[in-house]
T-cell receptor, first 112, second 114 residues
Framework: DAKTTQPTSMDCAEGRAANLPCNHS???????VYWYRQIHSQGPQYIIH???NNETNEMASLIITEDRKSSTLILPHATLRDTAVYYC?????????????FGSGTQLTVLP | SQTIHQWPATLVQPVGSPLSLECTVE??????LYWYRQAAGRGLQLLFY??????ISSEVPQNLSASRPQDRQFILSSKKLLLSDSGFYLC?????????????FGDGTRLSIL
């Protein structure tokens, strides 16, 4: 599975958009980009995933560059409850069970 | 909608005692099920996964075992706990057969061995 690189930490003002970048320059054609977040002492929470096209759900938007070497997770209106460690993961699609491997992630702090 | 339940939320056990952690999933059938451990300041380590009743794959040799007695029930066990078994244990599920479907996690069990 491709390696990802994320900034260690970011701050965002409450109510503003939070844009979290992720580099995955070695991604292959059949690998998906997944985003999870983990609030301290809780289980990881799935946010969104995509292959090529931009994706949007009730939580966030995922923007994937045309060459697929990087992506950005956008939380459109960050709240204090969005403070968490955000993980970008690249994982090949297959029919079998797969292990998720989290890197260091980005600590997002939403400031009041 | 689908939900996943883990219990207990926290557990303190003496070295050498047995362990049983339970995970159940509701709202879906025949899911893939996973047990992970997350040590403090570290990433996730996959311990076991299951694609069906009675089918368990072990990723890391250790003194832990897993069982899937029912379609949506996954149990993590040990006969004798070690100090190194301390950690945050997470159960997860995913839709079987669709490789790009995400894994969804429970709230975890924080296990402390004394």
């Amino acid at each position: 599975d491709a390696k990802t690189t994320q900034p260690t930490s970011m701050d965002c003002a409450e109510g503003r958009a939070a844009n979290l970048p992720c580099n995955h320059s070695t991604i292959s054609g059949n690998e998906y980009v997944y985003w999870y977040r983990q609030i301290h002492s809780q289980g990881p929470q799935y946010i969104i995933h995509g292959l090529k096209n931009n994706e949007t759900n009730e939580m966030a938007s995922l923007i994937i560059t045309e060459d697929r070497k990087s992506s950005t997770l956008i939380l459109p209106h960050a709240t204090l409850r969005d403070t968490a460690v955000y993980y970008c993961i690249v994982l090949i699609s297959s029919g079998s069970a797969r292990q998720l491997t989290f890197g260091s992630g980005t600590q997002l702090t939403v400031l009041p | 909608s689908q939900t996943i339940h883990q219990w207990p939320a926290t557990l303190v056990q003496p070295v050498g005692s047995p362990l049983s952690l339970e995970c159940t999933v509701e709202g879906t059938s025949n899911p893939n099920l996973y047990w992970y451990r997350q040590a403090a300041g570290r990433g996730l380590q996959l311990l076991f996964y299951s694609v069906g009743i009675g089918q368990i794959s072990s990723e890391v040799p250790q003194n832990l075992s897993a069982s899937r007695p029912q379609d949506r029930q996954f149990i993590l066990s040990s006969k004798k706990l070690l100090l190194s078994d301390s950690g945050f244990y997470l159960c997860a599920w995913s839709v079987q057969g669709l490789g790009n479907q995400p894994q969804h996690f429970g709230d975890g069990t924080r296990l402390s061995i004394l």
